[in-house]
């Protein structure tokens, strides 16, 4: 492991994430939105917005999974990130998240609820270090892991991507 990223583990208190990588959240505002307000896709109440730092390293991923809120990641440091999105219709795309803007990557990216995803980072022996946010705030009972099989009967055409990108 990379030794600033081992640094920023311990340094931060980050943990395990079951995608893959590490996190810590870092923020849960204290507003609550109600499972009235929210309607039928959540089970329970939720709050505004969290925010998490996440980190991934070179010799790991972050699986494909799926939430339904918005999140949105930041890019701090370490190598760009590679984030691949598929969408409910099934269309792949591919998000470098870091801060060379003149190579097209980008600080900042929003992936929409509903949507699998996971990541990537781009150097070898490297790390990436990012926060995301999400709204409403996350909960665990919206986090889908992907599963290998069921992913690659919805969407054929991503099966190397989804192979690549699943734990199961």
Known sequence: MHQTSQQLITTLGLEPHPEGGYFKETYRSKGT?????LGDRYRGNRNYSTGIYFLLTSDQFSALHRIKQDEVWHFYD?????????TPEGKHSEHIIGRDLTKGETPQFMVPGGCWFGAEVINPDSYSFVGCTV????????????NKHQLITLFPHSAELIERLTHQ
Do not use: N, R
């Not at 370490?78 to 598929?86: A, E, N, R, V, Y």
């Not at 709204?135 to 992907?146: H, K, N, Q, R, S």
């Open 33 to 37: 939105i109600s499972q009235e307000e």
């Open 135 to 146: 709204a409403p705030g996350f909960d665990f009972t919206d986090f889908e892991l992907g």
């Open 78 to 86: 370490g190598s760009p990130l590679k984030l691949h999105m598929i």
